[in-house]
C-alpha cells in the first residue's frame, strides 16, 4: 500500500492561468511519485503527442528525467506516445518502458479520411536509446499497492469501441484496441485510484477490473482520459451514473473526456468532479 502519491499532469489538452509557462497540446502524460515507506518512486504515465511539448513541460515544472524509474505507456496512439523517443534520448538511465504488447500493432482512424494514429516509433528505434521495452498482456505490479489493468476486461455492454481500425493477419478491421490499460494504485486509508490513458476499454470496464484485480470495492479516485468525445448522450449518462454507484471522493476527467462529459459528470457527481488541467498537482 502506497503511503502519500503526488501526481502531476505534465501534458493536457488544455493550461490554466494559474500554471503559466506550460505548453498544452491534445494527449496526456502523468508523473506519478509515490512514496513506498523507505523509497520512493517515479513513473512517467504516457508522453503526451510530441517531445517539445512533453520536455518544455518538464522543464518548467523542474521534473528531471533521470529521476524516472518508469515509463508506463497506457496504449499506442501517438497523443500518449509521442513523445516518448525525445525522453528517452534525454534520459540516461536504462528505463524500461512498459506497455501491452499491442502498442506496436497498425492504429487507423478512418474519418474523413485514413489516417495513421499508432505509435510513431519502431521497437528498434525505442531498443535503440537503452530503452527497455518490457511487452506483458497481463497485469504488473510495479511497486507494492501499484499495478497495471492488464487487458481490460469488456463487460459494460454501453462502452463500445467505434471508429478505430486496425490491420491483423493481413485484414482491415475494427480496432477494440485491446492494448488500453490504466494504473491502479491502493492508497492507505482511503481505497483505489484508477489512472487511466483514453479509457478506451472504458472507464467503469477499467474501474471493475481495478476492483477486481486489488479485492476492494473502496474507489477513492478516478483521473485521466474518460474517451467520451463525441460519444452520444445515453453512453454519457450511464457512464456518470455508474462512478456515481462507485461512490469515489474525487473525479478528475480530461484529454478525450470532451466538455460535453466533463459537464454531465459535474451535474451527477456535483463538486468532487474536476476537469483535469496541464500542470495541475494532485497531492493524496
Ligand atoms: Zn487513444
Ligand atoms: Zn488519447
Given at each position: 500500500m502506497?503511503?502519500r502519491?503526488k501526481?502531476?499532469?505534465?501534458?493536457?489538452n488544455?493550461t490554466?492561468?494559474h500554471?503559466?509557462?506550460l505548453?498544452?497540446?491534445?494527449?496526456l502524460?502523468i508523473?506519478?511519485?509515490?512514496?513506498?515507506?523507505s523509497?520512493s518512486?517515479?513513473i512517467?504515465?504516457d508522453?503526451?503527442?510530441s517531445?517539445?511539448v512533453?520536455?518544455?513541460?518538464?522543464d518548467?515544472?523542474?521534473?528531471d528525467?533521470?529521476d524516472?524509474d518508469?515509463?508506463f505507456?497506457s496504449?499506442?496512439?501517438?497523443?500518449?506516445t509521442?513523445?516518448l523517443?525525445g525522453?528517452?534520448?534525454?534520459?540516461?538511465?536504462?528505463?524500461?518502458?512498459l506497455?501491452?504488447?499491442g502498442?506496436?500493432?497498425p492504429?487507423?482512424r478512418?474519418?474523413?479520411?485514413?489516417?495513421?494514429?499508432?505509435?510513431?516509433?519502431?521497437?528498434v528505434?525505442?531498443?535503440?536509446?537503452?530503452?527497455?521495452?518490457?511487452?506483458?498482456?497481463?497485469s504488473v505490479?510495479?511497486?507494492?499497492?501499484?499495478?497495471t489493468?492488464g487487458?481490460v476486461e469488456?463487460?459494460?455492454?454501453?462502452?463500445?469501441?467505434?471508429g478505430?481500425w486496425?490491420?491483423?493477419?493481413?485484414?482491415?478491421?475494427?480496432d477494440?484496441i485491446?492494448d488500453?490499460q490504466a494504473?491502479?494504485?491502493?492508497?492507505k486509508?482511503?481505497?483505489?485510484i484508477?489512472?487511466s490513458?483514453?479509457?478506451?476499454?472504458?472507464?467503469?470496464?477499467?474501474?471493475?477490473?481495478?476492483?477486481?484485480?486489488t479485492c476492494?470495492?473502496?474507489?477513492y479516485?478516478?483521473i485521466?482520459?474518460f474517451?467520451l468525445?463525441g460519444?452520444?448522450?445515453?453512453?454519457i449518462r450511464?457512464t456518470a451514473?455508474?462512478?456515481l454507484?462507485l461512490?469515489?471522493?474525487i473525479?478528475?476527467?480530461g484529454?478525450?473526456?470532451?466538455v460535453?462529459?466533463?459537464?454531465?459528470?459535474?451535474?451527477?457527481?456535483?463538486d468532487?468532479c474536476?476537469?483535469?488541467?496541464?500542470?495541475d498537482?494532485?497531492e493524496l
Open positions: 502506497i503511503e502519491l501526481l502531476t499532469i505534465v501534458v493536457e488544455t490554466s492561468h500554471k503559466p509557462g505548453w498544452g497540446q491534445h494527449g502524460s508523473l506519478i511519485e509515490a512514496d513506498l515507506g523509497e518512486m517515479c512517467l504515465m508522453t503526451g503527442a517531445s517539445d512533453l520536455l518544455h513541460n518538464m518548467v515544472l523542474g521534473i528525467s533521470d524516472i518508469l515509463i505507456l496504449h499506442g496512439h501517438y497523443d500518449h509521442g513523445g523517443m525522453l528517452l534520448k534525454r534520459t540516461k538511465r536504462r528505463v524500461p518502458v506497455a501491452h504488447p502498442i506496436l500493432s492504429k487507423l478512418s474519418g474523413p479520411f485514413l489516417r495513421s494514429i499508432g505509435i510513431p516509433f519502431t521497437r528505434d525505442i531498443e535503440n536509446t537503452g530503452a527497455v521495452l518490457l511487452l506483458p498482456r497481463n505490479a510495479v511497486a507494492p499497492g501499484i499495478m489493468t487487458e469488456r463487460r459494460r455492454s454501453f462502452e463500445s469501441v467505434e478505430f486496425t490491420i491483423s493477419d493481413g485484414i482491415y478491421r475494427e477494440r485491446d488500453d494504473l491502479v494504485i491502493s492508497i486509508n482511503r481505497g483505489i484508477v489512472i490513458g483514453c479509457a478506451h476499454s472504458g472507464i467503469v470496464n477499467i474501474v471493475d477490473q481495478a476492483r477486481r484485480l476492494s470495492d473502496s474507489v479516485a478516478v485521466g482520459g474517451h468525445m460519444s452520444d448522450d445515453e453512453r450511464r451514473e455508474a462512478l454507484d461512490d469515489p471522493e473525479v478528475r476527467p484529454h478525450c473526456t470532451g460535453r462529459a466533463i459537464a454531465q459528470l459535474q451535474a451527477t457527481l456535483g468532487r474536476q476537469p483535469l488541467f496541464t500542470g498537482v494532485i
